[in-house]
């Protein structure tokens, strides 16, 4: 309580500072702009509030101020991307509470995991299938945890062993979520609204899905060699099955979930086909999947599984870069803040922008909160070399979304924090944090920037 009332008034002063400080090159709106900013990123650090609180002031306070219209701090809501993310909360909500996941799960666990090295790659397997079906990478995790508890427990697994494997459901969800752009349905699309290039769903892929495999792979060996297990497992597979057969025969609810889900993926896969925005795509298919006859599989109940405040965290996150951008705020920064010469050689140039990127999440912490920063100041930066916004803007999205040093650097890792969820503590993420420094410039400088060389972005 007393490190919140501290960040609470040090955001308040810092706002104040910044609004009164002579600064050179940057208009009134820019500045009150950089003040609530500032005042924001503090406040989301420090944790003085929910975060969607902490968002809902500096959305209010744009508009009371006189800094943007509404039109134009709401200017989210008018495209496909916060609808996505309802859209893709519900689904993920059928998914699990059909039963379908967690039958696909054990289905998996059965036939191909005999030890304590195949639990921790099954989890990555299990992790990117699931990315496939649930476009939300907590109830992804929480669902894998739900199995590997019960894995744990046939293995008499000791506590020291049942908290890496925890730890590593919720590691694997980091890297794994970035190969399908639905694979997290709320940064994904964000950090292409950001770019403000159009890209579909395989396109994503084709862009990402190479990198974002290579970061899985480089995190699964990792975690491979730091956290050994203590002692040889013998799994009892004939308790895994008691547990598989108590779900009983695939119900009328898990047929419609999976019909349901093939359609979106089908719908997903080809929206270069059909030109339908993924957006309205994955809100139709969760809105069929309430629609009796056809549907039944969502409820009225369902929408208590649309968090509220996400949306309001991440309507402020993504408002950060649009009046950043029309009040100037942005270009000032990047004016500021950076370098006044470019790196020409693009290897030194994707090392820079992460480098950058990570050295801003290190103090923010959130991640959606450093894209609205870092993103639009970096495009500015590098717009004079004709470079492809996307590639920049993918540049800070990978260095941020794959890299953590403690669990509120990304909140995959934070809601599996604690003995409740994934049973590991601040420490092994630390542990794995630290050298996934050297995985974020292997992927975005050694894997990325020949790769986009290849598909002709650069």
Not at 60 to 74: K, N, Q, S
Not at 83 to 111: M, Q
Not at 239 to 258: F, I
Request: charged share 10%.
């Amino acid at each position: 309580m007393k490190t919140k009332k501290i960040g609470f008034i040090a955001g308040i002063l810092v706002a104040l500072i910044i609004h009164f400080l002579p600064l050179q090159g940057i208009e009134p709106a820019g500045q009150t702009c950089l003040a609530l900013t500032l005042m924001t990123v503090v406040w989301w650090a420090t944790q003085v509030a929910q975060s969607g609180y902490v968002g809902g002031i500096y959305l209010i306070l744009l508009i009371v101020l006189g800094v943007a219209e509404p039109e134009l701090v709401f200017k989210s809501w008018t495209g496909s991307t916060m609808y996505l993310i309802i859209g893709a909360y519900l689904i993920a909500s059928a998914v699990k509470d059909s039963g379908l996941g967690e039958r696909i799960a054990y289905a998996f666990i059965i036939k191909f995991v005999r030890s304590y090295r195949g639990i921790l790659i099954s989890i990555f397997v299990l992790t990117f299938i699931m990315s496939i079906l649930i476009p939300h990478p907590w109830p992804r995790a929480f669902l894998i945890m739900s199995v590997m508890a019960v894995v744990v427990k046939s293995a008499k697994m000791p506590k020291e062993d049942a908290v890496k494997v925890g730890f590593t459901v919720f590691a694997a969800s980091v890297p794994v979520s970035l190969i399908f752009l639905t694979g997290d349905s709320i940064i994904n699309p964000l950090a292409v609204a950001n770019s403000g290039v159009d890209l579909d769903w395989l396109g994503w892929f084709k862009v990402m899905g190479l990198p974002a495999i290579v970061a899985s792979v480089l995190t699964l060996l990792l975690i491979l060699v730091l956290f050994k297990p203590s002692k040889e497992l013998e799994i009892n597979l004939d308790e895994v099955k008691e547990k598989q057969n108590s779900l009983g025969p695939l119900s009328t609810l898990e047929k419609r979930t999976a019909v349901w889900l093939v359609i979106a993926i089908v719908l997903w896969a080809t929206d270069s086909i059909h030109g339908i925005n993924i957006g309205w795509v994955t809100l139709g298919v969760a809105m069929f999947m309430s629609m009796p006859v056809i549907g039944e599989v969502l409820t009225a109940k369902s929408w208590g599984e649309v968090p509220v405040h996400v949306l309001i965290f991440l309507t402020s996150a993504m408002t950060i870069g649009t009046v950043g951008g029309a009040t100037g705020m942005n270009e000032w920064l990047a004016k500021t803040i950076l370098p006044s010469t470019i790196p020409n050689n693009p290897l030194v140039l994707a090392a820079f922008i992460a480098l950058i990127a990570m050295i801003i999440h290190m103090f923010m912490g959130s991640v959606i909160a450093v894209m609205g920063v870092a993103i639009p100041a970096l495009m500015a930066f590098t717009s004079p070399m004709g470079i492809n916004p996307l590639v920049t803007t993918l540049i800070v999205y990978t260095a941020v979304a794959i890299h953590y040093i403690l669990p509120f650097h990304h909140l995959n890792m934070l809601v599996g924090q604690g003995e409740e969820n994934g049973m590991y503590t601040q420490k092994e993420t630390i542990r794995l944090g630290i050298p996934l420094t050297v995985v974020v410039f292997i992927v975005t400088v050694l894997v990325e920037i020949p790769w986009w060389k290849l598909l002709g972005m650069l």
